[in-house]
């Protein structure tokens, strides 16, 4: 059974920061492209970051660009967003994704809520 399962989030003071985790089952996901994406109430879902399969060329939203990083560990099955500098309008839902190529997503986790917040 496919299944991505995010963890990592929490409450934090603006400047903090958090790592996200998105723990891929069922498949392995160095053959996947592994995208991140936010969804804060009221607003659209927004792409955050994502890492490609095959050479892990990354590409962050404007927004958290020089803040956020996206790696993987391939034995882990595992990829992660390093949150630095986080603001409050980080606040959102972030789950991860998972598909054959950038920008084509078949599988996605539930989420994990993120608040930053004094």
């Known amino acids: 059974q496919v299944q991505l399962v995010e963890s990592g989030g929490g409450l934090v003071q603006p400047g903090g920061s958090l790592r996200l985790s998105c723990a891929a089952s069922?498949?392995?996901?160095?053959?996947?492209?592994i995208a991140w994406f936010r969804q804060a109430p009221g607003k659209e879902r927004e792409g955050v970051s994502c890492i490609s399969s095959s050479d892990d060329m990354t590409y962050y939203a404007d927004s958290v660009k020089g803040r956020f990083t996206i790696s993987r560990d391939n034995a882990k099955n595992t990829v992660y967003l390093q949150m630095n500098s986080l603001k409050a309008e980080d606040t959102a839902l972030y789950y991860c994704?998972?598909?054959?190529?950038?920008?084509?997503?078949?599988?996605w986790g539930q989420g994990t809520q993120v608040t930053v917040s004094s």
């Open positions: 069922g498949f392995t996901s160095d053959y996947y492209a």
């Open positions: 994704a998972a598909g054959p190529r950038a920008g084509s997503y078949d599988y």
